[in-house]
């Protein structure tokens, strides 16, 4: 029998699930677009401000989007406590979490409602398939974002060391942005990778440039000459330099900050070598580093854009892939390539 695997890109507002089969065509995949686990833990602590109830945040480490309801439940005059593990979901700093107004509790107190926190739950995974008709699967794959814990350092920075690595220690492959082992400072994966049965996993910026190396065409593409990828995301553009099938570019700044003109302006300098991780920091950006940039690829001209923003670049000489027939599912495809790369398909 084939093998099955379930591969996750979780965001800020949904969720994207690809139910892969093992030598089944790609169409005949299922496929799901879910509400992310932080916006349902979002919508769960507004009814409890809504009932006028303290809550407790229990669980693990996830996505911290949820804190838009946080606040909010505060403000309103409830009090909001907090497991410690289950806290840093909302800093990896407890005694500023504190200083919010966040009151850490080792166990839930009374005349409490308990908000159960988690980027995975495999018991509600099995329920979900199940009721599908689906069998839980031989391996689950996820991708979250993770700005890492980096005490004594702006978190830009840190983050940043995620892409520095993949061009000075592993020589620009791609198949090292799907961790095995994840580095310590990035908890939120690490917690991830644990919930789910201790599969890969990856950062969602990397795993939707991966999705666009899923695309046969594009990967033949960058063996011919360099080519430009832009994932524009709700919050972060990644933005990839790739010739033959290897990284020698990557730059990140935040969607909020930028135009199209800006973008696309940046993303000219950028495949010229022309910024710097200074010039984009300084702009309230990650950072931008590039290794030599060989005279045969051509300058990378040709532009593939993707990600739920990427209408940014409508009126630009770009193209829009859409990996495995679905744009939204980029990081799912782009989490099986990783592993493809690495031999496990």
């Not at 695997?5 to 790609?26: A, C, F, H, M, P």
Request: hydrophobic share 40%; charged share 20%.
């Amino acid at each position: 029998m084939s093998r099955k695997i379930l591969s996750l890109d979780i965001g800020s507002g949904t969720q994207d699930v690809l139910y892969y089969r093992e030598g089944v065509e790609i169409e005949n995949c299922f496929k799901f677009v879910l509400p992310s686990p932080a916006r349902v833990v979002g919508e769960k602590i507004r009814e409890q401000t809504r009932r006028g109830v303290n809550i407790y945040l229990t669980g693990k480490n996830m996505g911290g989007g949820f804190a838009r309801a946080v606040f909010p439940h505060m403000e309103a005059g409830f009090k909001v406590f907090a497991d410690p593990q289950a806290a840093l979901a909302l800093g990896d700093d407890l005694s500023q979490l504190e200083k919010k107004g966040i009151i850490l509790k080792d166990s839930l107190p009374s005349d409490t409602i308990p908000v159960h926190l988690c980027d995975f739950d495999a018991g509600w995974w099995q329920c979900f398939l199940s009721a599908a008709g689906l069998e839980y699967p031989d391996l689950v794959v996820a991708s979250v974002q993770d700005h890492g814990y980096h005490p004594g350092k702006s978190n830009r920075i840190g983050r940043f060391n995620l892409w520095e690595k993949l061009l000075l220690v592993h020589k620009g492959n791609p198949a090292s942005l799907l961790f095995d082992i994840v580095p310590s400072e990035f908890t939120r994966l690490r917690e991830l990778q644990q919930s789910i049965g201790g599969g890969p996993v990856s950062d969602t910026g990397a795993a939707a440039v991966l999705g666009a190396l899923f695309v046969d065409e594009i990967m033949d593409h960058s063996h011919r000459e360099g080519i430009c990828l832009i994932n524009v995301g709700n919050s972060h553009i990644v933005s990839f330099l790739i010739y033959k099938g290897l990284v020698f570019g990557v730059y990140e700044h935040h969607t909020g900050n930028m135009t199209s003109e800006k973008l696309w302006n940046e993303s000219l300098s950028f495949r010229k070598g022309d910024i710097c991780f200074q010039d984009v920091f300084d702009d309230w950006g990650h950072g931008c580093m590039t290794l030599d940039l060989p005279d045969a690829a051509g300058g990378f001209i040709p532009t593939y854009v993707m990600g739920p923003k990427r209408n940014l670049l409508n009126d630009y000489p770009v193209e829009f892939p859409s990996p495995g027939g679905d744009m939204m599912l980029a990081g799912c495809f782009g989490l099986i390539k990783g592993l493809q790369l690495k031999g496990r398909l």
